[in-house]
């Protein structure tokens, strides 16, 4: 998925230093040959972006909605706190055997904790206040995450939500379910004056959001 001309995108990632590299090289040629919807996984440029944050933020607990087949969760697991966790969650049993195989080949596998469900029922059930979230997940359902997610995010907290821009979709206008869900999420977002946010035009859209205040 490009956004941007696709050698400004190929520059940018030969000029990025990637952790973990044959690992995640070996996911992305795994999920590409045997997932019919390859384009969903995080990518280079996106992956060493969270890893990078996450190494800032060095969170203590991480919240991903949406495994896929684990690359984001391998790249976001690289900023834990010793003794740190990353609890992650997804709903397709069908993608669950190439993400379990690659964390488990993960530096951090043993912090890296997977989930099969529905997030809006699992979620509640995590007793832990969240350092910094990943939503990458079912489009229509982004506003409810951020209801749910938010009273448990720290103060100081980050939520980061993927594919705000749905191809372009979003900022031009276009009428159709998930646009809508997506525009409506970024303009709740917008509006609440517990969180500050900048929308990030990396890969499919990413918006940052810091917790400032209960």
């Not at 003794?83 to 964390?103: K, M, R, W, Y």
């Not at 029922?121 to 982004?142: C, E, G, H, R, S």
Request: proline share 4%; aromatic share 8%.
């Amino acid at each position: 998925m490009h956004l941007l001309p696709e050698y400004i995108e190929t520059y940018a990632e030969q000029h990025s230093q990637v952790g973990q590299q044959e690992l995640l090289k070996g996911l992305e040629r795994k999920t590409n040959i045997e997932i019919m919807r390859p384009q969903m996984l995080s990518g280079a440029l996106q992956g060493q972006f969270l890893a990078f944050l996450s190494r800032m933020v060095r969170p203590k607990y991480i919240l991903e909605i949406g495994t896929y087949t684990g690359y984001s969760a391998i790249c976001l697991a690289q900023g834990l706190q010793d003794g740190g966790q990353l609890h992650t969650i997804d709903s397709n049993p069908e993608v669950e055997h190439i993400a379990q195989e690659f964390i488990q080949q993960a530096e951090q596998k043993e912090q890296i904790i997977c989930h099969q469900g529905d997030a809006m029922q699992l979620v509640p059930t995590l007793a832990f206040d969240w350092d910094l979230v990943f939503i990458d997940a079912d489009k229509i359902n982004y506003a409810n995450y951020y209801d749910m997610i938010l009273p448990q995010l720290k103060v100081g907290g980050y939520i980061l939500a993927d594919n705000v821009l749905w191809n372009g979709q979003v900022p031009k206008g276009a009428n159709e379910k998930r646009t809508n869900a997506l525009r409506a999420f970024n303009e709740k977002v917008q509006a609440d004056n517990r969180v500050k946010n900048v929308l990030l035009p990396l890969r499919d859209g990413v918006m940052m959001i810091e917790k400032i205040k209960v």
